[in-house]
């Protein structure tokens, strides 16, 4: 059962105000979103990126609960070695089972790029962890540089737009499919602004006996240029332009969990955010067009694959 609003009121915040996130930063708001769900006892491992840096400033910290700092590229290692651990000192009767939850978040350059390989390791040995990516699209802690996540024609420090290049050549590493071939019990996108759906999933995710990983869209005021008052709106667009569908799958069955009958055109998105301002000029309509195409057939590809779960399920 998903938590009421008011359960979530009452308990205690796993991460503090006092952080040095920017303000707006969809960030901070995914990771109280995620704690609420998970409960206590919970430990958390976290790859550098704009959240370790900015909840852990020595000598002080805004975690309230068991928190370790892991390298950029592996923190999924890293709590796959404190569940081992946990694993052995209850089975050799030096600590009681406290059904402890274990969850590693990661930007995507930590997670699309450099620490891919980690993930996948601990996804395919079958550690008991969640694995968060908070997704803006970008390296944003060290200045707002390209990643696999980021999508074609945005503007960003590795591909800036000029006269010759309308921003990033690529599109964007489908990365919540490569996880979901790896047939682990629980894998779903989901929002910064659609919190039901974020907490449902979340409680879905601590529940599996199994790795779970949740790839979340983490609208980034700085890195995507818009005002921080908008952070909600933005996150809303991407999912009502296609551009971030939201679905799960469970033990192999994909399913939609956003449904949106009259889609709004990708262009809706673009405006919304200064990075793509030049996408906005008449030589790079063409840029729009593929960005367009590259939704289109990915939403197709999804509906497939959540129907044929339909007929197989
Ligand atoms: C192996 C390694 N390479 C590069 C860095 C420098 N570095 C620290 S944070 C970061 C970017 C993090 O980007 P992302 O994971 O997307 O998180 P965000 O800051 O966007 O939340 C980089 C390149 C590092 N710490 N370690
Ligand atoms: S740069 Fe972006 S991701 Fe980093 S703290 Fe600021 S808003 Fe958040």
Same mark, same amino acid.
């Given at each position: 059962?998903?938590?009421? #609003?008011?359960?979530?009121?009452?308990?205690?915040?796993?991460?503090?105000?006092?952080?040095?996130?920017?303000?707006?930063?969809?960030?901070?708001?995914?990771?109280?979103? @995620?704690?609420?769900?998970?409960?206590?006892?919970?430990?958390?491992? +976290?790859?550098?990126? +704009?959240?370790?840096?900015?909840?852990?400033?020595?000598?002080?910290?805004?975690?309230?609960? !068991?928190?370790?700092?892991?390298?950029?590229?592996?923190?999924?290692?890293?709590?796959?070695?404190?569940?081992?651990?946990?694993?052995?000192?209850?089975?050799?009767?030096?600590?009681?089972?406290?059904?402890?939850?274990?969850?590693?978040?990661?930007?995507?350059?930590?997670?699309?790029?450099?620490?891919?390989?980690?993930?996948?390791?601990?996804?395919?040995?079958?550690?008991?962890?969640?694995?968060?990516?908070?997704?803006?699209?970008?390296?944003?802690?060290?200045?707002?540089?390209?990643?696999?996540?980021?999508?074609?024609?945005?503007?960003?420090?590795?591909?800036?737009?000029?006269?010759?290049?309308?921003?990033?050549?690529?599109?964007?590493?489908? #990365?919540?499919?490569?996880?979901?071939?790896?047939?682990?019990?629980? @894998?779903?996108?989901?929002?910064? %602004?659609?919190?039901?759906?974020?907490?449902?999933? &979340?409680?879905?995710?601590?529940? &599996?006996?199994?790795?779970?990983?949740?790839?979340? #869209?983490? !609208?980034?005021?700085?890195?995507?240029?818009?005002?921080?008052?908008?952070?909600?709106?933005?996150?809303?667009?991407?999912?009502?332009?296609?551009?971030?569908?939201?679905?799960? @799958?469970?033990?192999? &069955?994909?399913? #939609?969990?956003?449904?949106?009958?009259? !889609?709004?055109?990708?262009?809706?998105?673009?405006?919304?955010?200064?990075?793509?301002?030049?996408?906005?000029? !008449?030589?790079?309509? %063409?840029? &729009?067009?593929?960005?367009?195409?590259?939704?289109?057939?990915?939403?197709?590809?999804?509906?497939?694959?959540?129907?044929?779960?339909?007929?197989?399920?």
């Amino acid at each position: 059962m998903v938590k009421t #609003l008011r359960e979530m009121t009452e308990q205690a915040e796993g991460l503090s105000s006092g952080h040095s996130l920017c303000a707006g930063c969809a960030e901070s708001i995914i990771v109280r979103q @995620v704690l609420h769900a998970v409960g206590q006892p919970v430990v958390v491992a +976290c790859a550098t990126g +704009c959240l370790e840096i900015a909840t852990s400033r020595f000598p002080t910290t805004a975690w309230n609960v !068991p928190w370790i700092h892991s390298a950029f590229e592996n923190a999924a290692s890293t709590i796959s070695g404190v569940e081992a651990a946990y694993r052995a000192l209850v089975r050799k009767g030096r600590m009681p089972e406290k059904n402890i939850k274990f969850v590693a978040f990661g930007g995507d350059g930590a997670t699309y790029d450099i620490g891919l390989q980690w993930l996948s390791g601990a996804l395919e040995r079958g550690h008991r962890f969640i694995y968060i990516c908070l997704n803006n699209e970008g390296y944003m802690n060290t200045g707002i540089q390209r990643s696999g996540a980021t999508i074609q024609g945005t503007w960003t420090t590795t591909t800036p737009a000029g006269k010759v290049v309308p921003g990033k050549p690529e599109w964007r590493k489908d #990365l919540t499919a490569i996880i979901a071939a790896h047939h682990i019990p629980y @894998v779903a996108q989901a929002a910064a %602004h659609a919190w039901k759906d974020l907490e449902t999933k &979340v409680e879905k995710a601590a529940a &599996v006996d199994g790795p779970a990983f949740i790839n979340v #869209l983490s !609208p980034c005021t700085r890195g995507w240029r818009y005002d921080p008052s908008k952070t909600m709106e933005i996150s809303k667009l991407a999912v009502e332009t296609r551009l971030w569908p939201l679905f799960e @799958v469970e033990n192999g &069955v994909w399913r #939609l969990t956003y449904k949106s009958t009259a !889609p709004k055109p990708v262009t809706d998105w673009l405006k919304s955010q200064d990075r793509f301002g030049h996408l906005l000029r !008449p030589e790079n309509e %063409h840029v &729009v067009e593929s960005i367009q195409r590259n939704v289109d057939r990915e939403w197709a590809w999804l509906q497939r694959q959540c129907s044929l779960a339909t007929v197989t399920a």
